[in-house]
Nanobody, 128 residues
Framework: QVQLEESGGGLVQAGGSLRLSCTAS????????MGWFRQAPGKGREFVAA????????YYADSVKGRFAISRDVAKKTVYLQMNSLKTEKTAVYYC?????????????????????WGQGTKVTVSS
């Protein structure tokens, strides 16, 4: 079992920035990536960003490219999501997730079905 704990959510004005963190209780040899997803009120969960633990493979949703940045600290087993230029319509609960197996294709990184372990979520509220 892998436990994930997010932090860093809160209230921010439109156009502002926040950095989310997600720390894993442990890494497994069968898992090579971490991802961030978000769920707005009344909507489904959507992919935001994902990163291979080697840091060389990164994927972003088109809607956040150029504004968000994902990074990781292997020694701390922590993944970060730096969010800039936040928009009001993107108030959501942000979840980090870890797969239980190796991911290879880009489509796997962006699919919630690829991830077995999920954090409890951290809420980001963007005010106008």
């Amino acid at each position: 079992q892998v436990q994930l704990e997010e932090s860093g959510g809160g209230l921010v004005q439109a156009g502002g920035s926040l950095r989310l963190s997600c720390t894993a209780s442990r890494r497994t040899l069968s898992s090579n990536a971490m991802g961030w997803f978000r769920q707005a009120p009344g909507k489904g969960r959507e992919f935001v960003a994902a990163i291979h633990w080697n840091g060389a493979t990164i994927y972003y949703a088109d809607s956040v490219k150029g504004r968000f940045a994902i990074s990781r600290d292997v020694a701390k087993k922590t993944v970060y999501l730096q969010m800039n230029s936040l928009k009001t319509e993107k108030t959501a609960v942000y979840y980090c997730a870890a797969p239980s197996s190796l991911l290879y294709a880009g489509s796997a990184y962006s699919s919630s079905e690829s991830y077995e372990y999920w954090g409890q979520g951290t809420k980001v509220t963007v005010s106008s």
